[in-house]
């Protein structure tokens, strides 16, 4: 079973950055997608970004132009930078992989291993 070390998140204030690691203990998997996803409190999981295997990206609205989603060559981590972060932007980040090859990747079900999670709190 692969587990997923998430780093990087805490406490910033309007404007500021922070970048997301999420490395993976298994490198052998099948990696078809990887992604990043949040909840805020009271509201559902959400997609923010997510890079396929082969590098295409997609990115939630409201996060275009301001975060960057990237892996290693390994596809065994996975970083999210974020810049100009607004109060909406606080939640639980939780990264997640796709081993399927099959299916989309842009939603919750779509993937099969998920980090425990780290708080984002973006502060005015």
């Known amino acids: 079973q692969v587990q997923f070390m998430e780093s990087g998140g805490g406490l910033v204030q309007t404007g500021g950055s922070l970048r997301l690691s999420c490395a993976a203990s298994d490198s052998t998997f099948r990696v078809t997608a990887l992604g990043w996803f949040r909840q805020a409190q009271g509201k559902q999981r959400e997609l923010v970004a997510a890079?396929?295997?082969?590098?295409?990206?997609k990115y939630a609205d409201s996060v275009k132009g301001r975060f960057t989603i990237s892996m290693n060559s390994a596809k065994n981590t996975v970083y999210l930078q974020m810049n100009s972060l607004k109060s909406d932007d606080t939640a639980v980040y939780f990264c997640?992989?796709?081993?399927?090859?099959?299916?989309?990747?842009?939603?919750?079900?779509?993937?099969?291993?998920w980090g425990q999670g780290t708080q984002i709190t973006v502060s005015s």
């Open positions: 890079i396929t295997g082969g590098g295409v990206t």
């Open positions: 997640a992989r796709k081993t399927r090859t099959y299916g989309g990747y842009s939603r919750e079900g779509d993937y099969d291993y």
